[in-house]
């Protein structure tokens, strides 16, 4: 391969030849940092979001989303708060969520559910391996503020927590309860009916504020929509599997009305039901 030389060439036109050379995805990269309440805080990589609260005693972090989101984040709290991450809690094993995580090994204690540590080993997910794990329900403490951790029972995986922070009202809950959105495409690593009674045990739980890890935040009466929308994709396709129906008949009959209007509607309501078929075929044997 040739060299060609770009001695001499107009700064500006060096930067703009860089700018147009520079992979897509990393100009297209949108990082935020926003106040949800109190000492807690949002922040946005792109289409991730995850938490952290800021304590006297240092932060208690949230999912890193990948290794450079993790450093801009690391970059960020330093300038804005001086205080090192002194725990970093993972919500699941996903990668798309838990990478990353080494960034803040040095001066954080990892957490996780006890089944996220084991896939994360065994899937050998690009991040750091949890220091601390539970099984029901931990309390972390710094600085004089808490953060309730839970396992409500299998739904988009088998190892997802919430993250209850009573002070502030609020519950970080990623991806099993996306607010006025379908679930992502045919549910992958889902369990039904599973998911919709972690569904009821989320709505028992005292906050205001719903915190997903992907889209806008929403309330707690947003639980009980989108158990709602479980409820229905779960019972209707049931109903036609026991029917003898086809896949492709009920993609073209089971048309959850009521939730056109919620985003990806017209995406991902035929993969849900794909998904949710998939799912129940799993687990029930028809008659002879």
């Excluded at 803040?104 to 080993?121: E, G, P, Q, S, Y």
């Amino acid at each position: 391969m040739r060299s060609v030389r770009l001695w001499g060439l107009p700064a500006i036109f060096l930067a703009a030849l860089a700018l147009a050379a520079a992979p897509v995805a990393a100009q297209d990269v949108k990082r935020a940092i926003t106040q949800i309440s109190g000492d807690l805080y949002r922040f946005q990589n792109k289409f991730h979001f995850s938490v952290f609260l800021v304590t006297p005693d240092g932060i208690i972090a949230t999912d890193p989303i990948n290794a450079d989101a993790a450093k801009w984040l690391g970059a960020e709290l330093d300038k804005r708060f001086g205080k090192p991450v002194k725990y970093l809690i993972l919500s699941h094993d996903h990668a798309d969520h838990s990478s990353g995580g080494e960034v803040f090994a040095d001066t954080a204690v990892v957490v996780a559910h006890a089944n996220a540590k084991r896939t994360i080993l065994g899937e050998k997910r690009p991040t750091a391996v949890p220091n601390v794990t539970f099984t029901d329900r931990m309390t972390v403490e710094l600085g004089g503020k808490r953060v309730e951790l839970a396992y409500v029972g299998r739904n988009h995986s088998d190892n997802m927590i919430v993250m209850h922070f009573p002070d502030e009202r609020a519950l970080f809950a990623v991806d099993f309860i996306p607010v006025k959105t379908l679930p992502f495409r045919d549910l992958p690593d889902g369990y039904l009916p599973d998911w919709i009674d972690s569904l009821k045990r989320v709505e028992a739980m005292d906050f205001d504020i719903l915190v997903p890890g992907h889209g806008a935040l929403g309330t707690k009466s947003d639980v009980a929509a989108f158990r709602g929308y479980m409820e229905a994709l779960y019972g209707e396709v049931l109903a036609a599997a026991r029917a003898g129906k086809t896949v492709g008949q009920m993609k073209a009959e089971i048309t959850l009305d009521a939730y056109q209007d919620w985003g990806q509607y017209a995406a991902w309501r035929a993969l849900n039901i794909e998904g949710a078929y998939a799912r129940i075929q799993l687990h029930r044997r028809g008659n002879p």
